[in-house]
């Protein structure tokens, strides 16, 4: 914020020309921006753009700066649009950026055209237009060199923000862990806060995802790191911010003491912001410790002021989540029918803001805390509900949640008083409520038969094959398709199905060579490529496998783990493609980590991350099979 003082500072002088005080008002706009301070950045443009659907006023200005003043009036149009739901802003922002793109271009500045991609790819974002914010963050990154590195740290915190909006979270785990030395070369205490706030909010989502305790402990790290740089670059708002984030996940570790120092500090710098949104949102997070601790009726009367702050302030998605943790205070105290109306206008505030995880999660939370008090169609309407919201959720463990709630509403579901029997079919109603059922374990398992079958409680998983290939066929097409145990590949739904199941006409069955410590991937890897009719040898050691590789077992394919004790996966890939007989042999690299360019240059045909990429594995193999025929023919 220095910066921002000393252009203003430079503003003063009645000496400047017109373009000079244009670039000095742009410059001083972008620092803004950067600090999060939109309507100070539009105040700061001045006379030269003052709000949204106003055209910028150009006249007097070179081409360059032009294009400076549209590609401000574009972001800030962007910023402010989508905070105050202006409808069609951020078409708005696209067109004036645009227009500043063509400029840059046309002058050959390679930085500013980067710039400008940048700011359009922030309102593909905003649209949910994920892609193309990719590609465009990806474009621009390829433009920037370290004479920007501030440029570049921007466009690399925001292609990461993608991936995390994106559910891709291990994507930007990756861009993030790569981006890590070159945020400690760079000297901006803002961006260094910012790369180092989203790093803790990915690394706490995934430690949810996965349970991970490593990656929550490296949260807490980055979240710490964040408020140091943030108290830096003196942004009280954001170093707060990350202060309750620190103090939530702090709550959900049982630390409650550390929980509290750091809500206690992030109370005093909103109250010396005189932001009262964000003080209630740091009553709402302070509930949910109290409830942790078991002090629940603090915890509601904490949780009611928060409610009615954000009731005044219009924060629909923070009063659903202020609803919700005001639901399970009520429940605990015992105060069933009014936790009922709660959560229920949790989840219907929840969707109408376009948050359909914050909708679920209010479904759940009523599923778990009010079951007992539920009538049997009410509990049956809440968990179909709790099943349509949560149907692109990423969070394992509210899917696992989601599961146990559906298995216990079959348990113990109870008859309703009375049918509406127009058109009514037992047999239709049935078959419907056991085929959610399906899908859902199917879904739940990553589309593992034996897993699923595990899930709903039966002893065989040939049992679940009988029903997928009997009265529920069309539920086998859902994450993975389903197929009998057998002895050759007999599935033929594309090309390189037909190919790859033709070899040797089914008289040898397809061999596969899966290295991999982890003995719970181990055995999930192997039900699901055995239920393919493939032959799986699973080796835990990269010294043990090592001699496999070397002797003469045929194998069709190898499977290795990335990082394996004894031998690394990568050294394997190297002493396979150094002998005659694995030159071909088609080798697919897993990891939980980096390492892509180093197994692809070591000779692996393809390089899958865990967990995400595990869902294609089966169409990947079944592709290097087939082109492996294809070389033979």
């Not at 922002?93 to 840059?104: T, V």
């Not at 629909?316 to 936790?339: P, Y």
């Amino acid at each position: 914020m220095y910066l921002a003082k000393e252009l203003l500072h430079q503003l003063s002088d009645p000496n400047l020309s017109t373009v000079q005080r244009a670039r000095l008002r742009c410059q001083l706009a972008q620092q803004l921006e950067l600090a999060g301070n939109f309507e100070l950045a539009r105040e700061a443009m001045g006379e030269l753009w003052q709000q949204i659907g106003d055209r910028p006023l150009l006249e007097g200005l070179d081409e360059e700066t032009e294009g400076q003043v549209l590609l401000r009036a574009g972001a800030l149009t962007g910023y402010i649009g989508s905070a105050n739901q202006v409808p069609g802003s951020q078409e708005m922002a696209k067109n004036l950026i645009s227009e500043s793109y063509a400029r840059f271009q046309r002058l050959e500045n390679s930085q500013r055209v980067a710039e400008a991609q940048i700011e359009i790819a922030v309102c593909y974002w905003r649209e949910g237009s994920f892609d193309e914010a990719r590609v465009m963050l990806q474009e621009a990154i390829s433009k920037l060199d370290d004479t920007n590195m501030d440029l570049r740290a921007i466009a690399l915190i925001r292609i990461a923000l993608v991936e995390t909006f994106a559910n891709r979270l291990h994507d930007a785990f990756r861009i993030q862990n790569d981006s890590a030395v070159f945020f400690e070369a760079i000297t901006n205490d803002v961006l260094k806060g910012k790369f180092h706030h989203l790093f803790g909010s990915v690394l706490d989502r995934l430690a949810t995802a996965e349970q991970r305790q490593d990656y929550r402990d490296r949260a807490l790290i980055e979240y710490t790191a964040a408020s140091f740089y943030f108290e830096q670059a003196r942004l009280s708002r954001y170093q707060a911010c990350v202060e309750n984030n620190l103090g939530f996940l702090f709550g959900k570790i049982g630390k409650f003491a550390e929980a509290h120092e750091h809500l206690d500090h992030a109370q005093a710098l909103f109250t010396s912001l005189k932001d009262k949104t964000h003080l209630a949102q740091v009553d709402e997070t302070r509930a949910r410790v109290m409830l942790a601790e078991g002090r629940v009726s603090e915890a509601e009367k904490m949780v009611r002021v928060a409610v009615r702050i954000f009731e005044s302030s219009g924060e629909q998605s923070l009063l659903a989540e202020a609803l919700t943790t005001q639901g399970i205070a009520l429940a605990r105290l015992d105060d069933k029918d009014k936790a009922y109306l709660v959560l229920e206008r949790a989840t219907k505030l929840a969707e109408h803001a376009g948050d359909p995880e914050s909708a679920g999660e209010a479904l759940l939370v009523m599923i778990e805390e009010l079951r007992a008090s539920l009538s049997g169609h009410v509990l049956n309407v809440a968990v179909e509900h709790a099943c349509e919201l949560l149907e692109n959720s990423q969070d394992m463990a509210k899917l696992k949640r989601l599961i146990n709630c559906t298995r216990h509403t079959i348990s113990s579901a109870r008859l309703p008083a009375s049918v509406d029997w127009a058109n009514f079919s037992f047999n239709d109603a049935v078959l419907r409520y056991e085929a959610h059922i399906i899908k859902l374990a199917l879904r739940d398992s990553g589309g593992a038969v034996t897993r699923a079958a595990h899930l709903l409680g039966f002893k065989h998983h040939q049992s679940l094959i009988s029903l997928l290939n009997g009265r529920h066929k069309a539920l086998r097409f859902g994450p993975k398709p389903i197929a009998p145990r057998r002895r050759s590949i007999m599935r033929k739904l594309d090309t390189s199905r037909s190919r790859a199941s033709e070899i040797d006409s089914g008289t040898r069955t397809v061999r596969i060579l899966h290295v991999e410590d982890n003995r719970t991937v181990a055995e999930a890897v192997k039900e699901t490529l055995e239920l393919e009719g493939w032959e799986v040898e699973t080796c835990t050691d990269g010294a043990a496998a090592l001699k496999k590789i070397l002797d003469d077992t045929h194998y069709d394919l190898l499977l290795l783990d990335y990082d394996l004790p004894g031998v690394s996966g990568i050294e394997l890939v190297r002493r396979a493609r150094s002998v005659a007989h694995r030159e071909n042999t088609p080798i697919i690299v897993l990891s939980a980590a980096l390492g892509e360019a180093e197994a692809r240059e070591a000779g692996a045909n393809e390089f899958l991350h865990k967990p995400e990429d595990i869902r294609n594995l089966v169409e990947t193999i079944t592709r290097l099979l087939s082109s492996a025929e294809d070389l033979k023919t």
